[in-house]
C-alpha cells in the first residue's frame, strides 16, 4: 500500500523554523522525484520546492528561498523540508508529492501556522 505520511507541522512564531518530514512506503522512494506544496486558505496549492531522486537538484519558489531547504534520505525513504525564518503568508498546509513517469502520490498534509 503506498502512502506518504507527513509530519512536523505546527504553530510557531514569526522568525521560527520547522522540520517538516514525508515518510513514504509502498513505492521506490528512490526512484521517485519529490516536492513539497502548500495551500493556504482560499487560495490555490502551489508548488513550494523541488528535490530529484537522487538529491543532486533542487528548485525553490521565489517566495522562499534562502529560507527553505529541501532534502531527502534515501536509505530511510523520507523527505524533508526544513523551513526557517517563517513569515505569517508562510501558513498553509504542507504537502508531499512523489512523481515518476506517469506515477504520482499525494500525501494528507501537515499544517503550519505561522501567528504570534
Known amino acids: 500500500q503506498v502512502q506518504l505520511v507527513e509530519s512536523g507541522g505546527g504553530l510557531v512564531q514569526p522568525g521560527g523554523s520547522l522540520r517538516l518530514s514525508c515518510a513514504a512506503s509502498?513505492?521506490?522512494?528512490?526512484?521517485?522525484?519529490m516536492s513539497w506544496y502548500r495551500q493556504a486558505p482560499g487560495k490555490e496549492r502551489e508548488l513550494v520546492a523541488s528535490?530529484?531522486?537522487?538529491?543532486?537538484?533542487?528548485n525553490y519558489t521565489d517566495s522562499v528561498k534562502g529560507r527553505f531547504t529541501i532534502s531527502r534520505d534515501n536509505a530511510k525513504n523520507t523527505g524533508y523540508l526544513q523551513v526557517n525564518s517563517l513569515k505569517p503568508d508562510d501558513t498553509a498546509v504542507y504537502y508531499c508529492?512523489?512523481?515518476?513517469?506517469?506515477?504520482?502520490?499525494w500525501g494528507q498534509g501537515t499544517q503550519v501556522t505561522v501567528s504570534s
Open positions: 508529492n512523489c512523481n515518476y513517469l506517469y506515477s504520482e502520490y
Open positions: 509502498g513505492f521506490t522512494f528512490s526512484f521517485y522525484g
Open positions: 528535490i530529484s531522486s537522487n538529491g543532486r537538484s533542487t
